[in-house]
């Protein structure tokens, strides 16, 4: 293995790139682009990738195709991109896992989440759920009750170690005072598999990839991480009214990365294209019948900034229950 970080690495190719710059910004793109996504098919950040790749496909004139390159909680997938030719032909459709956690949870990061990729834009995104297979107490305080004495500990599955579902889990499991058993899967739908097949007592995952389940009776689900009860499910209570925790939300948001190095004018471009998906009436409202909340438009700038607000809202709740993720 060489002995250079992938920041150095990254650097090196960028100033390659540099001088070839303005060839590279005129006509692009100039043949598909290669959307990553971190996690595999099936799952909330795959549902809100590919509407995004079909919309930029209009927006840029060129096909976005979709590649799911789960595992490592995200890192796999996202290691790829950074490590990319920085020509805004690869991207990658990260998430508050791989950009506001990674370097936060992971002993041994593989890749600087500030420093190894350029933020495109921020889109929304959706707020967590927790879902119980139907064989399991109808009510999350019910649930809990029946954790409480469970022994051996019931089982819960997330996308992964040090995903955004891992750490709300953890938080809530503090906040109750129980015990659960974290599996961790390659991605959501893995989980929900095992969920609905009666392996796993719980699973967390988005309100717009729970919905179906919870509608279908596939599956029941227990809470939500918003600050008020969704439209979309109005029986369903939040987290915070069961615990008594108010303030107790998770949101998992998405945004798009590229390597760093990328020439501003393709940068530009790509932002533009962004903002014009994220102001369509029915690209929105697509969006939202499929429970996601989508981000008003903004800048490469504003997107950075947010990222960088996350990482440090997070930093003071990963130290507190840092026993629970290295456990």
Known sequence: MPDFSLSRRALLAAG????????LAQGYPDR?????IPFPAGGPTDVYARFYAERMTRELGQSVVTENR?????????????????????????????HALYNLVTRQPQYDAAKDFLAVATLG???????ANPSQPATLADFLAAARGANPPMAYGSPGTGTLMHLATEILKREAGVSLSHIPYRGAAPAMNDLVAGTLALAVNTLGAGLPLHQGGRARMLAVASAARAPQAPDVPTAAEVLGRPGFTAVLWHAVFAPPGLPAPVLARLSQATNAALADATFRASLNAAGIEPAAPGTPESAAAHIAEEQAR???IVEAIRPELDA
């Open 70 to 98: 789960g595992g490592a909680g995200g890192a796999i997938g996202a290691l790829e991109v950074a490590r990319a030719r920085p020509d805004g032909h690869t991207l990658l459709f990260g998430t508050a896992s791989t």
């Open 32 to 36: 598909p682009i290669r959307l990553v």
């Open 314 to 316: 997070y930093r003071p």
């Open 125 to 131: 995104g959706g707020p967590l759920c927790w879902l």
């Open 16 to 23: 390659g790139v540099l001088l070839a710059a303005p060839a």
